[in-house]
């Protein structure tokens, strides 16, 4: 072999091994990716069926069930336009409360529930994160327009 073919031949060895790396990399984040939806959102069905992802919103005043065997709880989480079901198994956040802020990881099964893996809660008064708040404040807009387009059929 010349020194022009060998050159050649560490060149493409190299662009192969570049490109399978770049694609296990991009394999592993793609299985690995959560998205974040709020409950309105997967009511909507924008959110990936048989895949895991994210929910956020507040705990419904009056739904936190707990079962008989301590670990087992069944609440449902709202961004104030639409509400979902969500059972977790496991150990809850200290800061978990009823009309607060939380975040579930889990699958959506076909029964509508969502079976969460993960449950996080905000970790103190002042923060929420940046989707949920965005969530919010939409689905607060979404109620008003629909209230005042209902008091202005009312006048009429």
């Known amino acids: 072999m010349k020194i022009r073919q060998k050159r050649l031949m560490f060149i493409v060895a190299g662009v192969l091994g570049v490109g399978v790396a770049a694609w296990l990399v991009l394999n ?5 990716v959560s998205l974040y939806f709020t409950p309105t959102q997967v009511m909507n069905k924008e959110a990936p069926q048989g895949r895991s992802f994210r929910i956020g919103g ?4 009056g739904s936190l069930q707990r079962e008989k065997d301590g670990l087992s709880v069944k609440f449902i989480i709202t961004d104030t336009v639409k509400s979902m079901p969500v059972i977790y198994k496991g150990i809850l956040p200290d800061l978990f409360k009823e ?3 939380v975040v579930a990881q889990g699958k959506m099964e076909a029964d509508g529930v969502m079976h969460a893996d993960e449950v996080l809660a905000k ?3 002042n923060y929420m994160p940046p989707e949920a708040k965005d969530a919010l404040q939409r689905a607060q807009v979404a109620m008003s327009g629909v209230a005042a387009a209902s008091a202005i059929t009312v006048v009429k």
């Open 58 to 61: 507040l705990v419904e005043a």
């Open 28 to 32: 592993a984040l793609k299985k690995n």
């Open 123 to 125: 970790h103190d008064e």
């Open 99 to 101: 009309g607060k802020g």
